[in-house]
C-alpha cells in the first residue's frame, strides 16, 4: 500500500520560512517523479513544484520561483519543500504527489497523493 505523510506545516509569520516534508512508503521512490501542490480555499489545486526521478529537472510555478525549493533524498524515500519569504497569499493545503511520469505538473498526471498540510501565513 503506497502511503505519502506530509509533515512540517504549521503558522508562520509574512517573510518567515518553513520546511515540508513527505515521506513515501510502499513504492520504488526513485521510480517516481514528485511535486508539491497547494489549494487554497475556494481555488482548485495547483503544482508549485516538481522535481524529475533523479532530481536534476526541476518545475516552479511562477509565483513561488525563486523563493520555494524543491528537493528529494531517494535513500530516505522523501521530498523537500523548503519555503521562504512567505506571503500571506501561500495560506493553502500543501499535498505531495507522486506521479509514474518522470515529472509532471498537472494533477492528472499524478498516480498517489498525500492528506495534505496545513501552511498558514500571517501578516
Known amino acids: 500500500q503506497v502511503q505519502l505523510q506530509e509533515s512540517g506545516g504549521g503558522l508562520v509569520q509574512a517573510g518567515g520560512s518553513l520546511r515540508l516534508s513527505c515521506i513515501a512508503s510502499g513504492l520504488t521512490f526513485s521510480r517516481y517523479g514528485m511535486g508539491w501542490f497547494r489549494q487554497a480555499p475556494g481555488k482548485e489545486r495547483e503544482c508549485v513544484a516538481a522535481?524529475?526521478?533523479?532530481?536534476?529537472?526541476?518545475f516552479y510555478a511562477h509565483s513561488v520561483k525563486g523563493r520555494f525549493t524543491i528537493s528529494r533524498d531517494n535513500a530516505k524515500a522523501t521530498v523537500y519543500l523548503q519555503m521562504s519569504s512567505l506571503s500571506p497569499e501561500d495560506t493553502a493545503v500543501y499535498y505531495c504527489a507522486a506521479t509514474s511520469l518522470d515529472s509532471g505538473k498537472y494533477e492528472a498526471e499524478y498516480d498517489y497523493w498525500g492528506q495534505g498540510t496545513q501552511v498558514t501565513v500571517s501578516s
Open positions: 522535481l524529475s526521478r533523479s532530481g536534476s529537472m526541476t
